[in-house]
């Protein structure tokens, strides 16, 4: 099981990024898909959710600038960000909760993490 993410780079303040993630490999069933994001010297954190049933969850510091899109059904979501400040450089992380073929377990995997670095 593979999660490739894209999308990340540098912006100006103010700008807008959209961040891309797929899963491939043995998979039977995804049970939410989202994005973490890691800072210089902080813990990882919760950016953005989705799961099976569309239900989207968001970090408050990003609601109204950040939209989660894709699913699990489609084995892909997508982060578009807008508005961004400096305080959302990060390193960001696909995540996905999921069930391989002949798996009776839920196994969470993360993606190779894409630097977003946003300047003021």
């Known amino acids: 099981v593979q999660l490739q993410a894209s999308g990340g780079g540098l912006v100006q303040a103010g700008g807008s990024l959209r961040l891309s993630c797929a899963a491939s490999g043995s998979i039977f069933s995804i049970n939410g898909m989202g994005w973490y994001r890691q800072a210089p010297g902080k813990e990882r954190e919760l950016v953005a959710y989705?799961?099976?049933?569309?239900?989207?969850n968001y970090d408050a510091s990003v609601k109204g600038r950040f939209t989660i899109s894709g699913g699990t059904a489609r084995r892909a979501v997508y982060l578009q960000m807008n508005s961004l400040k400096p305080e959302d450089t990060a390193v960001y992380y696909c995540?996905?909760?999921?069930?391989?073929?002949?798996?009776?377990?839920?196994?969470?995997?993360w993606g190779q993490g894409t630097p977003v670095t946003v300047s003021s």
């Open positions: 995540n996905a909760l999921l069930q391989r073929w002949g798996s009776d377990s839920w196994d969470e995997y």
């Open positions: 989705i799961t099976s049933d569309g239900t989207t």
